[in-house]
């Protein structure tokens, strides 16, 4: 059973940074697609991120490229979304995902009725 815990949420000021991690266990994390989404109160859940580390094949959605990054460390098993210039409209709730093998991360396939497992979510909040 694949587990996810994600943390490193929190109040941040606009233009400032921080780093979610998702804590993986009971699979090697470099087997599993892992995504980040978020949903912001009121608003449907929204796709941000992907990584397979087996492949190095990442994908990041075009409303956060060049600020977001994605990044995974097999001996850690844990997968990193680092978050720069963050604006008001990035408070959400930050969740990372599992796709169970053979799972694939590109842009075509990812969305978060393809994830298997769900964290409970870590929040971001970028004060307005």
């Known amino acids: 059973q694949v587990q996810l815990v994600e943390s490193g949420g929190g109040l941040v000021y606009p233009g400032g940074s921080l780093r979610l991690s998702c804590a993986v266990s009971?699979?090697?994390?470099?087997?599993?697609?892992i995504g980040w989404f978020r949903q912001a109160p009121g608003k449907e859940r929204e796709r941000i991120s992907c990584?397979?580390?087996?492949?190095?094949?990442?994908f990041v959605e075009d409303s956060v490229k060049g600020r977001f990054t994605v990044s995974s460390d097999s001996s850690e098993k844990t997968v990193y979304l680092r978050m720069n210039r963050l604006t008001p409209d990035d408070t959400a709730v930050y969740y990372c995902?599992?796709?169970?093998?053979?799972?694939?991360?590109?842009?075509?396939?990812?969305?978060?009725?393809?994830?298997?497992?769900w964290g409970k979510g870590t929040l971001v909040t970028v004060f307005s």
């Open positions: 995902a599992a796709a169970a093998p053979p799972g694939r991360c590109v842009e075509s396939i990812f969305y978060a009725y393809a994830m298997n497992y």
């Open positions: 009971g699979f090697p994390v470099d087997d599993l697609v």
């Open positions: 990584i397979k580390g087996f492949d190095r094949t990442t």
